[in-house]
């Protein structure tokens, strides 16, 4: 019911800046939360960041402090600007949307991932 793409992967140079972008199409009645996440190889998948609609925001703390999430809610999209990016950071990142799908029902959406890669 929900389709999400993504963009604003790519390769940087440590201390650079990348601005992540996600999307939100389809049927839904409304967006509850929007959030990003990353895996990188042999790691689990950690939350990066998450907002709600109640504008409730939180980070991880290997983040805080140069990572900052932002929504528009007109184009329905989400957005991660990343700065003082570090080698670390370098993994496939995720958007995570939960909609409502009805007047009662929550379902959660995968976006497809978008490579980050950050070069010492």
């Known amino acids: 019911q929900v389709q999400l793409e993504e963009s604003g992967g790519g390769l940087v140079q440590a201390g650079g800046s990348l601005k992540l972008s996600c999307a939100a199409s389809g049927s839904f009645f409304s967006i509850n939360v929007m959030s990003w996440y990353r895996q990188a190889p042999g790691k689990q998948r950690e939350l990066v960041a998450a907002?709600?609609?109640?504008?409730?925001?939180n980070y991880a703390n290997s983040v805080k402090g140069r990572f900052t999430i932002s929504r528009d809610n007109a184009k329905n999209s989400v957005y991660l600007q990343m700065n003082s990016l570090k080698p670390e950071d370098t993994s496939v990142y995720y958007c995570y949307v939960q909609a409502k799908i009805t007047k009662f029902v929550l379902q959660g959406f995968w976006g497809q991932g978008t490579q980050v890669t950050v070069s010492s």
């Open positions: 907002l709600t609609s109640g504008d409730n925001i």
